[in-house]
């Protein structure tokens, strides 16, 4: 389970012991050993689920039984802010922090420096990746880290719950989606007579978190509503779409959507839909495997389709990780090695498998060990082609952080109904202005490119 904001520095503390435990160890393996072995520490933002945590660890096993190699693994926060406050404190000159570090796909622009080049050791491994994936990771014709798994924003939804209330297919539209939560969520609480009150149409993020800018890019995006800054540099975001994107998604707080929604993070989505309480859930490709759990109260009574369409397009916010070394590291020649085996064929092809988690390089998606016990896989390799939507973080950098906190904080005022949505759309625009320095504009048109 995640870690709150103000736990972070206890984390730092228990990091930092951990460390000291590391090279105390390594420093008395050395005095009894020429060849001792080196240990690396590895720090991995991804969700520390059970049945994750238990793959990813006998993949580190196997790492060191074929290479000596040992690595310890560091405990990560929750949240994506959280998470990159944590790893700045560790990158820290004088930190004897970790070698190597997950990052997300939003944060090559703002740690860029603070990572070596990848391009040099893994030039043929890149040559096979989506491009748009590896285009994240690089800044200035740096690859900055190399893509480990690749995330879509995706709609999961109820697949008894559909059939029962004469539902062929999932929405394909936002509108569609609105009206079958609204008469699946009535039926099922008249169903349930007064006990089952608390079943809900659609859940999803919609705390003041980087969750939040991915949902909210994802509603606006679809309806023609812009990118927030566009590739151009132009800041689209206050613009009549993305407005009314945004209207619709403060009248689905408290009716389709529990009034708590606009506390929720990833995982308060998540249990809701586990436990079965809601028709629809808008989540990441990893959160299949806890749905699909054993014991889990909806195992075999849901799948998983791409987010509706508005009147422009049908699209997920572009998400995931990439395996960075630190420029501080002492083992850059390990820590390649480990990413190494981390993105090969094998561990990519076990992790769709297992985790659910998405390759990516489109030639896995050929496999039949892939695409056989995950047929919705077919869908997300041609999302990676053309139903992503990216966060403006490429092209504001260092200021990414910011602009993101700027939208996802205008949103979550609409949401909670402290400002309109116009009010709010004009007042960001001020602020993004203020904060990138670039001009406003409107939203490019024609299809979304990644
Ligand atoms: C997922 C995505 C990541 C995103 C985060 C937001 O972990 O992979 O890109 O920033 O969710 O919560």
């Not at 699909?292 to 422009?312: C, E, M, T």
């Not at 092809?349 to 297992?354: A, F, P, T």
């Not at 999302?383 to 403006?392: C, E, K, Y």
Request: net charge neutral; proline share 6%.
């Amino acid at each position: 389970m995640g870690i709150s904001a103000p736990a972070n520095r206890e984390l730092v503390i228990r990091i930092e012991v951990a460390l000291c435990i590391v090279v105390l160890s390594l420093l008395l393996a050395n005095c009894t050993s020429v060849h001792a072995p080196v240990t690396l520490t590895f720090v991995d933002q991804e969700w520390a689920t059970t049945t994750f945590n238990e793959e990813r660890e006998r993949e580190l096993r196997e790492f060191t039984r074929e290479t000596g190699i040992q690595v310890k693994l560091l405990p990560s926060p929750e949240s994506t802010r959280e998470q990159l406050a944590l790893w700045r404190e560790l990158l820290r000159p004088g930190v004897s922090g970790p070698d190597v570090y997950t990052i997300d796909v939003i944060w090559p622009g703002i740690l860029n420096e603070d990572f070596i080049d990848l391009k040099p050791y893994f030039a043929n491994e890149i040559s096979g990746v989506f491009p748009a994936i590896t285009a994240s990771y690089t800044v200035d014709n740096k690859l900055v880290a190399v893509p480990y798994d690749a995330n879509i924003g995706l709609l999961y939804y109820r697949t008894d719950l559909l059939r029962e209330y004469g539902y062929g297919e999932p929405p394909r539209t936002w509108d569609e989606l609105e009206t079958m939560a609204a008469r699946i969520q009535v039926g099922e609480r008249a169903k349930a007579k007064k006990s089952k009150t608390e079943f809900w149409g659609f859940v999803w993020q919609g705390a003041a978190t980087e969750a939040l800018t991915c949902n909210a890019l994802e509603w606006q995006a679809a309806e023609g509503g812009g990118k927030i800054i566009e590739k151009d540099k132009t800041i689209s975001v206050n613009n009549p779409d993305a407005i009314r994107a945004w209207q619709r998604a403060e009248r689905w707080v408290g009716s389709i959507s529990p009034p708590g929604e606009v506390g929720y993070k990833e995982w308060d989505a998540l249990n809701v839909w586990i436990a079965g309480d809601a028709a629809f859930m808008r989540n990441w490709t990893l959160g299949y495997v806890d749905s699909q759990a054993a014991g889990s109260p909806i195992r075999n009574k849901f799948d998983v389709s791409l987010l509706p369409a508005g009147k422009a397009s049908r699209v997920g916010t572009f998400g995931g990780t990439g395996l960075a070394v630190s420029r501080f590291s002492t083992h850059p020649r390990e820590a390649v090695e480990l990413i190494r085996y981390l993105i090969s064929k094998d561990v990519q092809v076990k992790r769709s498998r297992l985790l659910s988690e998405a390759p990516t390089r489109p030639e896995l998606y050929e496999l039949p060990e892939v695409l056989g016990p995950n047929p919705r896989f077919a869908l997300l390799s041609q999302a990676f082609r053309t139903g992503i939507v990216s966060r403006p973080s490429n092209i504001t950098g260092k200021k990414y952080e910011e602009v993101s906190n700027a939208y996802m904080q205008a949103v979550h005022s609409v949401l909670t109904g402290e400002r309109t949505a116009p009010e709010a759309a004009t007042s960001l625009e001020k602020e993004l202005v203020r904060i990138t320095g670039f001009k406003k504009g409107p939203p490019a048109r024609g299809i979304i490119k990644p």
